[in-house]
């Protein structure tokens, strides 16, 4: 029998609109899947159950009365720990802020309480959200529901595990290098990573950048796209927001993907590395899918400088980010931040120049690259999730990586283009694990690229080969 906490943030919705579910029920059956697999998950790193039970029982009269409600009404919602929350202990994975309780929302969080969303949990991360494994010396690893010895992937670990089995109906996650889109793929949900500026945030430490945005994840695409009705917003403090109107992700349009042209690509032409059994795994994915499409070939984007412009990017990130916390914190600090922030220092103002042109001339090339298609497809990690103990991959199809966003290129070169991508399920990989591909769209097309990945979503469900069962929740109670 199938669990209130198990259903749809839609179908969820639709029965609380039937009066066949009520709100506080559906806050109780999250918390009961909670108590029963977080021991073991470890994705929800703490919790507001009595201002969530009060919002619970102030949206159950709205809805037997039949009244206009927000698009998120009811829903309980994870927020991923490096966003602050009124109330509920905000840590970003960090011995510095380990006893950090926010006296306010920040935008987007509030933005969501406006749309009706309950805000139940805070969900585990990477320090500052660095790294592909979520664990912190806070709270520890979040594990993989699929295989609890092996990670979920992050830095939005946490959102993705608890979404997996059940604990959310929806949860927010951030993506600079593919932390959305990484563990949704791992975890066998889906995470979309939106337009720059579409969801707004006010504390941009560096402007102009469109590495970092946040997003929504969530267990199907319509589920991910009523999440957007919640998160996009305009905000002047986020110079890359604009005006939008988050409505139009309420419904999405229904599209035959026949007439769609679509290209893929393995590896970027060489650029990327993929362990053999990834590669094996996405070829037999695009020979089932590519007949669905109005035309569908194997093309490679121009990326050959993406790993130098992402990595010197990335460290100035870095630098401005972390230097304080560096000269006053280093001692609680990862040293993967560390580490980070001191490649940052041993640049040069040329190389930032050098990396800053190059990344211009890649975006006006992935631009021409667009012009006579609709998607790109690729696929979604490079790895299947490693083990917990081991760490991140030393190799990845045999070459050694020199440093840990080596593994991430497949995913962090599509951040540099500043293109709507998603994240979505396409069946098990060779060990048994969840594999995935990205969905690539249009420059700001963000709607059509929900829309399409509905579509595609639909067919895959319907073909056996590319199915994704759940993960066997009773292996995960403690």
Known sequence: MTQPCDLSAIDAQRLMQAGELS????????????????????????????????????????????????????????????????????????????????????????RLRAAGAIVLAKTNTPEFGAGSNTTNKVFGPTRNPYDPERTPGGSSGGSAAALATGMLPLAHGSDTGGSLRNPATWCGVVGFRPTPGLVAREGRTLNYTHFSVQGPMARSVSDVALMMSGLAGDDGRDPLSGACDPSVFTQLDDIDVSGLRVAWSTDFGGIAPLDDDVRASFGNV??????????????????????????????????????????????????????????????????????????????????????????LIVPGNAVSPFKVADGIPKTVGGKPMENYLDASLVRSALTLTGHPVIALPTGVDANGMPFGVQIVGKRRGDLDLLAAAHALEAKIKANPKLTLPPPDISKLTS
Request: hydrophobic share 40%; glycine share 6%.
């Open 286 to 375: 695009m020979k089932l899918i590519g007949p669905w499409f109005g035309a569908c070939e194997a093309r490679d984007p121009e990326f050959k400088d993406a790993r130098d412009i992402f990595w010197t990017l990335r460290c100035v990130y870095y630098v401005a980010n972390h230097e304080d916390r560096i000269s006053k914190h280093r001692d609680l600090l990862s040293p993967q931040i560390i580490s980070n922030y001191e490649a940052g220092l041993s640049m040069s103002l040329v190389d930032v120049a050098h990396a800053e042109r190059a990344w211009a001339k890649l975006y006006r090339a992935f631009e021409a690259f667009f012009e006579d298609i609709d998607l």
């Open 23 to 110: 709100p506080v029920e559906l806050l109780d059956s999250c918390l009961e899947r909670i108590e029963s697999v977080n021991g073991t998950v470890n994705a929800i790193t703490a919790m507001d159950e009595a201002r969530a039970r009060k919002d619970a029982q102030l949206a159950e009269p709205g809805f037997k009365a039949g009244e206009a409600m927000g698009p998120l009404a009811g829903l309980p919602v994870g927020i991923k720990d490096l966003n602050a929350t009124e109330g509920l202990r905000t840590t970003y994975g960090s011995l510095i802020h380990k006893n950090n309780v926010p006296e306010q929302d920040e935008a987007l969080v509030a």
